[in-house]
């Protein structure tokens, strides 16, 4: 389905920074954590407008706190997911943007995002992927018995957590677990890997070729396999 590409050959070495948008619908977390990494410099991008489908998301107040532009597009006044997905076209293009990252977005990407952001739209699951796609990845995680839970950090395709698999991190799962406890340890993993893509993404390090990532110059080490790429 993809040919080998490799993303955003961007311009590190000084001026431009890749223009990020993000799409939220609740806490905004990982918004948070993407501000917090870009705010300290350890990040080559900026965030250029925040989107969230409803009025209510956190995430919204935590743009603003920022200075971000923050617009609500409100999904049930639209017929269809593709003319949602063109209303917040509309707004991401605005911004010149070259990078969709998804943050806790719970709407379908639909092909007409798709195919104005090629292999430059990112979504972040609390699963180690394939294992527990879809909603509730944490809880069916937890009834499924296993030891090690995690994030994934991928492409997004026609499919629902289904594109190439660009990093992960694991964290263990304990007896005592609850769904709470389980997604605040995965959501801390969350907060690392997703700032840490989004620069790889911005140095241009990301191939894809065919269902794999490649990852150039990266750092591998085999004593420690809770991550991978190291970040
Ligand atoms: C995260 O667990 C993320 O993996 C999932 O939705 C949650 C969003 O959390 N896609 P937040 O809004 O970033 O706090």
Redesign the pocket.
């Known amino acids: 389905m993809f040919e080998p590409v490799t993303a955003h050959q961007s311009e590190v070495r000084g001026i431009s920074k890749v223009r990020v948008a993000v799409l939220?619908?609740?806490?905004?977390?990982?918004?948070?954590?993407i501000i917090d990494h870009s705010e300290a410099d350890k990040l080559n991008a900026s965030i250029v407008c925040v989107i969230s489908n409803r009025a209510d998301?956190?995430?919204l107040e935590r743009a603003s706190k920022h200075q971000i532009p923050a617009y609500h597009v409100n999904h049930s006044e639209y017929p269809d997911r593709e003319s949602f997905d063109a209303a917040v076209l509309s707004i991401v293009k605005e911004h010149d943007t070259d990078l969709i990252v998804?943050?806790?977005?719970?709407r379908i990407i639909s092909q007409v995002m798709l195919d104005a952001f090629p292999m430059a739209i990112l979504?972040?699951?609390?699963a180690l992927l394939p294992s527990f796609p879809g909603n509730r990845?944490?809880r069916n995680a937890l009834l499924s018995g296993v030891k090690i839970a995690g994030?994934t950090v991928h492409f997004v395709d026609s499919g629902t957590d289904t594109g190439p698999i660009i990093a992960q991190a694991a964290v263990p799962v304990f007896d005592g677990d609850t769904e709470e406890t389980l997604?605040q340890r995965?959501?801390c993993q969350?907060?690392r890997i997703y700032p840490g893509v989004i620069q790889l993404y911005a140095e241009g390090r990301i191939t894809v070729e065919g269902r794999k990532v490649v990852i150039s110059r990266a750092t591998e080490c085999f004593a420690d396999f809770l991550e991978n790429p190291r970040f």
């Open positions: 939220v619908s609740g806490n905004g977390s990982n918004l948070q954590s998301a956190y995430a998804l943050a806790g977005f719970n979504n972040i699951h609390p990845a944490q994030c997604s995965i959501l969350e907060h």
